[in-house]
T-cell receptor, first 116, second 109 residues
């Protein structure tokens, strides 16, 4: 099956620093990648959709200058949380859709971010 | 607006059967997904229904009624490891997943 990895699995940082999270599709080409955020006991919230080689489409209420998304290749997308604050502490999950695959998304294992 | 409704929490006994219901309202419809999510982990795919009827996959089955905007996930022969949250998600006309809040399933011995 399709495998998606994320790095790091968890990160602790000080308030005001920036954190980069990588999402890689290991055995397929991902034309579209999605970034989700999940707070405890809540459902997944889509933050943005990124297509390879183009700018990401952000959901309403998500600050594009704070959450920088780059999808430079068909196997890698990155999410950078700039000037992180404690309220940004959350579980960040990426998913990827393969070229030609309309419906199914394959999820990465997630990244637990804690901002002190 | 778009909305997915599912119960917040359910409790069942090991070895029993449990049915988790989901009703959906989406702008257009391109299918209904069920995912399993253990605490602290990402969701894992369980099933996808786009046509009416029942899809069986081992101990898990998923049902869809498009006319009623309704789906259920049926889990048989429950095992302790089935304790998790079960997320219902509808795929809208833009092929975007609309997520329910998840149903936390607690299995008791």
């Amino acid at each position: 099956g399709a495998v998606v990895s994320q790095h790091p699995s968890w990160v602790i940082c000080k308030s005001g620093t920036s954190v980069k999270i990588e999402c890689r599709s290991l055995d397929f080409q991902a034309t579209t990648m999605f970034w989700y955020r999940q707070f405890p006991k809540q459902s997944l919230m889509l933050m943005a959709t990124s297509n390879e080689g183009s700018k990401a489409t952000y959901e309403q209420g998500v600050e594009k200058d704070k959450f920088l998304i780059n999808h430079a290749s068909l196997t890698l997308s990155t999410l950078t949380v700039t000037s992180a604050h404690p309220e940004d502490s959350s579980f960040y999950i990426c998913s990827a859709k393969a070229a030609g695959e309309v419906n199914e998304q394959f999820f990465g294992p997630g990244t637990r971010l804690t901002v002190l | 607006g778009q909305n997915i409704d599912q119960p917040t929490e359910m409790t069942a006994t090991e070895g029993a059967i449990v049915q988790i219901n989901c009703t959906y309202q989406t702008s257009g419809f391109n299918g209904l997904f069920w995912y399993q999510q253990h605490a602290g982990e990402a969701p894992t795919f369980l099933s996808y229904n786009v046509l009416d009827g029942l899809e069986e996959k081992g101990r898990f089955s998923s049902f869809l009624s498009r006319s009623k905007g309704y789906s259920y996930l049926l889990l048989k022969e429950l095992q302790m490891k089935d304790s998790a949250s079960y997320l219902c998600a509808g795929l809208d006309s833009n092929y975007q997943l609309i997520w329910g809040a998840g149903t936390k399933l607690i299995i008791k011995p």
